[in-house]
T-cell receptor
């Protein structure tokens, strides 16, 4: 069974601080995706990483895919209150199944 | 609106009743997924379809749960003899069949079993 372990599960920080969220698995995925979810809404895609070692940047967010394609990280620089939300990593396997990690609830306080 | 549509948005039912939810995916998306989500947790995989074929069903899913996608377009998820533990948000997502593409989610159906 493929599992994705996210850490930390909860994160509460002050505005302006940096943070990193981790997503780990013992399985290889063909790609990993990061989603953000607001209360009462479905998850919305932030980024897809496909190549081992790949780094993608989206404004203050930096995403990295591990060399072995088993893990990924999300780093946010100078967090803002608008970054508050549930961050989810998700992996595709070769068969097209999409599974999610447990999520990281981020709270950024002013 | 051409996004993923789920109906109803909210459902309150008595324990023991059957409920059915509907998902209309983005047209021409041949992959459709069902997930269950509780507050503050990631979506838990239930099942997925490629066109009308159900490719996998979670082993965590009891026999009270069944899903169909009869014509490869909309899908239904039925829960029989609901239990209080079934209370959750049920999310549907769709995506094209090509690799590594984005999954688009509906807003979910919130089920409360009383």
């Amino acid at each position: 069974t493929q599992l994705l372990e996210q850490s930390p599960q909860f994160l509460s920080i002050q505005e302006g601080e940096n943070l990193t969220v981790y997503c780990n698995s013992s399985s290889v995925f063909s790609s990993l995706q990061w989603y953000r979810q607001e209360p009462g809404e479905g998850p919305v895609l932030l980024v897809t990483v496909v190549t081992g070692g790949e780094v993608k940047k989206l404004k203050r967010l930096t995403f990295q895919f591990g060399d072995a394609r088993k893990d990924s990280s999300l780093h946010i620089t100078a967090a803002q209150t608008g970054d508050t939300g549930l961050y989810l990593c998700a992996g595709h396997n070769q068969g097209g199944k999409l599974i999610f990690g447990q999520g990281t609830e981020l709270s950024v306080k002013p | 609106d051409t996004g993923v549509s789920q109906d109803p948005r909210h459902k309150i039912t008595k324990r023991g009743q059957n409920v059915t939810f509907r998902c209309d995916p983005i047209s021409e998306h041949n992959r459709l997924y069902w997930y269950r989500q509780t507050l503050g947790q990631g979506p838990e995989f239930l099942t997925y379809f490629q066109n009308e074929a159900q490719l996998e069903k979670s082993r965590l899913l009891s026999d009270r749960f069944s899903a169909e996608r009869p014509k490869g377009s909309f899908s239904t998820l039925e829960i029989q003899r609901t239990e209080q533990g079934d209370s959750a948000m049920y999310l549907c997502a769709s995506r094209p069949g090509t690799s590594n593409t984005e999954a688009f989610f509906g807003q979910g159906t919130r089920l409360t079993v009383v």
